[in-house]
C-alpha cells in the first residue's frame, strides 16, 4: 500500500513537473529577452571581404540593437533584409535561438579579381561575376588593370578568374592582368620580369598549360633572362623575344 501511494506520488511530480516545463518552453520565445548576436562565418569559404566586425557595424549604424529587447519584440525579418542587401553577402539567415541569442549565419561572396581600370573605375569581380564595389577586407587577389569595363570583368574575364583561382600552379605565380584597347590580356608573374601575352580570352587553359611546360622545360636551359616577352597567342607554339 506505501509502496503503491509513493508510485503515485512520483509519477504525479513528473507529470506535473513534465507539464510545468512545457508551459514554461511553450510561453519562454515571447517572454526571452535577447542576449546578443553570434555571428557566424564559414571556415572553408576562401577570401573574403567582409567580417562580423563590419556586419555588427551595419546594424549600429541603422541603429539596430536587439540585445536586451524581448525575442517577440525583435524584426528578424528586417535585420535580415537588411543585410541580404551588402554586396559582399551572397547568402544569409537570421534567426533566434533557444539561448536567447540572434544567430545571423553569413556566407560570403569569394572575391577572384580586385580591377583598377585605366579610367579609374575600382571593384571586385566575384566567382559568380558579382561586380562588388572598392573597400572592404583586404585580400590578396590577382589585379586587373588596363582597358577594363565592369561588363568585360565579369563576363570575358570570368573564365581566367576561375583558371587562377582553381590552378594553384598560376594562382602563385599571377601578381596582374593587363587588358589593351583591343581586349587581349597580358599576364604579369610574380616571380621573374616578365610578360606573358595571351591574346583573347579564348582557349586560356590551353595557352597557360602550353607556358608552363615551356617555363618548365625550356627556360631552365636558356636562362631566366633570356626573354621578357613570352606570346602564347597562336596556336602550339611560343614566341619568345627580348624588349
Given at each position: 500500500m506505501i509502496k503503491t501511494l509513493l508510485k503515485t506520488l512520483l509519477l504525479l511530480t513528473a507529470v506535473g513537473y513534465l507539464a510545468f516545463?512545457?508551459?514554461?518552453?511553450?510561453?519562454?520565445?515571447?517572454?526571452?529577452?535577447?542576449?546578443g548576436i553570434d555571428y557566424q562565418f564559414p571556415d572553408s569559404v576562401g577570401p573574403s571581404l567582409i567580417d562580423a566586425d563590419m556586419v555588427a557595424h551595419q546594424l549600429?549604424?541603422?541603429k539596430i540593437s536587439p540585445k536586451g529587447k524581448k525575442l517577440a519584440?525583435?524584426?528578424?525579418?528586417?535585420?535580415?533584409?537588411?543585410?541580404?542587401?551588402?554586396?559582399?553577402?551572397?547568402?544569409?539567415?537570421?534567426?533566434?535561438?533557444?539561448?536567447?541569442?540572434?544567430?545571423?549565419?553569413?556566407t560570403p561572396v569569394r572575391p577572384l579579381l580586385h580591377v583598377f581600370a585605366d579610367d579609374g573605375d575600382e571593384f571586385y569581380v566575384g566567382e559568380h561575376g558579382e561586380v562588388m564595389p572598392a573597400g572592404g577586407l583586404n585580400c590578396d587577389l590577382p589585379v586587373?588593370?588596363?582597358?577594363?569595363?565592369?561588363?568585360?570583368?565579369?563576363?570575358?574575364?570570368?573564365?581566367?578568374?576561375?583558371l587562377l583561382r582553381d590552378d594553384a600552379y598560376w594562382g602563385r605565380q599571377t601578381q596582374q592582368v593587363n587588358i589593351d584597347p583591343q581586349g587581349h590580356l597580358e599576364l604579369i608573374p610574380r616571380f621573374c620580369d616578365q610578360?606573358?601575352?595571351?591574346?583573347?580570352?579564348?582557349?586560356?587553359?590551353?595557352?597557360?598549360?602550353?607556358?608552363?611546360?615551356?617555363?618548365e622545360k625550356a627556360?631552365?636551359?636558356?636562362?631566366?633572362?633570356?626573354?621578357?616577352?613570352?606570346?602564347?597567342?597562336?596556336n602550339d607554339q611560343i614566341i619568345c623575344t627580348k624588349e
Amino acid at each position: 500500500m506505501i509502496k503503491t501511494l509513493l508510485k503515485t506520488l512520483l509519477l504525479l511530480t513528473a507529470v506535473g513537473y513534465l507539464a510545468f516545463a512545457v508551459i514554461k518552453v511553450s510561453r519562454s520565445p515571447k517572454e526571452m529577452v535577447c542576449t546578443g548576436i553570434d555571428y557566424q562565418f564559414p571556415d572553408s569559404v576562401g577570401p573574403s571581404l567582409i567580417d562580423a566586425d563590419m556586419v555588427a557595424h551595419q546594424l549600429a549604424r541603422k541603429k539596430i540593437s536587439p540585445k536586451g529587447k524581448k525575442l517577440a519584440d525583435i524584426d528578424i525579418r528586417g535585420i535580415q533584409d537588411l543585410l541580404a542587401a551588402d554586396p559582399y553577402i551572397d547568402t544569409l539567415t537570421c534567426y533566434t535561438t533557444a539561448s536567447g541569442k540572434i544567430c545571423i549565419r553569413v556566407t560570403p561572396v569569394r572575391p577572384l579579381l580586385h580591377v583598377f581600370a585605366d579610367d579609374g573605375d575600382e571593384f571586385y569581380v566575384g566567382e559568380h561575376g558579382e561586380v562588388m564595389p572598392a573597400g572592404g577586407l583586404n585580400c590578396d587577389l590577382p589585379v586587373v588593370t588596363g582597358h577594363v569595363s565592369r561588363k568585360f570583368a565579369s563576363t570575358k574575364l570570368l573564365s581566367l578568374a576561375h583558371l587562377l583561382r582553381d590552378d594553384a600552379y598560376w594562382g602563385r605565380q599571377t601578381q596582374q592582368v593587363n587588358i589593351d584597347p583591343q581586349g587581349h590580356l597580358e599576364l604579369i608573374p610574380r616571380f621573374c620580369d616578365q610578360k606573358i601575352i595571351l591574346g583573347d580570352t579564348r582557349d586560356l587553359e590551353n595557352k597557360l598549360e602550353r607556358v608552363r611546360l615551356f617555363y618548365e622545360k625550356a627556360m631552365p636551359k636558356a636562362g631566366w633572362n633570356k626573354y621578357n616577352v613570352i606570346n602564347a597567342t597562336y596556336n602550339d607554339q611560343i614566341i619568345c623575344t627580348k624588349e
